[in-house]
């Protein structure tokens, strides 16, 4: 696995959906979405509070920012799924605002 591009974000959200056709009470990504999307939707805005946090306090040290990102871009991932909208779509719709 490539972890050097942001193609990683695409494998990832193939990997969640790996995690979720296998349906294992021991995967944290199938234990939340049996939580239901309002519950997927709480953790997205949870997270994203303390990405924002992070990056206020970061005192030159981007060490907690780039936590704090990963755990909203993993969280964000899975609510997508939940919505229904894949990685692609969203990146076809930043695309076309950008010829816009």
């Given at each position: 696995?490539?972890?050097?591009?942001?193609?990683?974000?695409?494998?990832?959200e193939g990997i969640?959906?790996?995690?979720l056709?296998?349906?294992s009470d021991k995967?944290?990504t199938?234990k939340l979405m049996?939580?239901?999307?309002?519950?997927?939707?709480?953790?997205?805005?949870?997270?994203?509070?303390?990405?924002a946090i992070a990056?206020?306090?970061?005192k030159?040290?981007?060490k907690?920012i780039?936590?704090?990102?990963?755990?909203l871009?993993y969280?964000?991932?899975?609510?997508?799924?939940?919505?229904g909208v894949?990685?692609?779509?969203?990146?076809?719709?930043?695309?076309?605002r950008?010829?816009g």
């Open positions: 696995m490539n972890t050097n591009n942001n193609q990683f974000l695409f494998e990832l969640i959906n790996d995690r056709a296998e349906g995967s944290y199938y049996q939580d239901g999307i309002n519950q997927v939707a709480k953790k997205v805005i949870e997270e994203s509070s303390e990405f990056s206020i306090q970061k030159n040290d981007t907690d780039v936590w704090e990102a990963a755990d871009m969280h964000f991932l899975i609510l997508l799924n939940a919505s894949t990685l692609n779509e969203v990146s076809k719709e930043l695309e076309n950008n010829k």
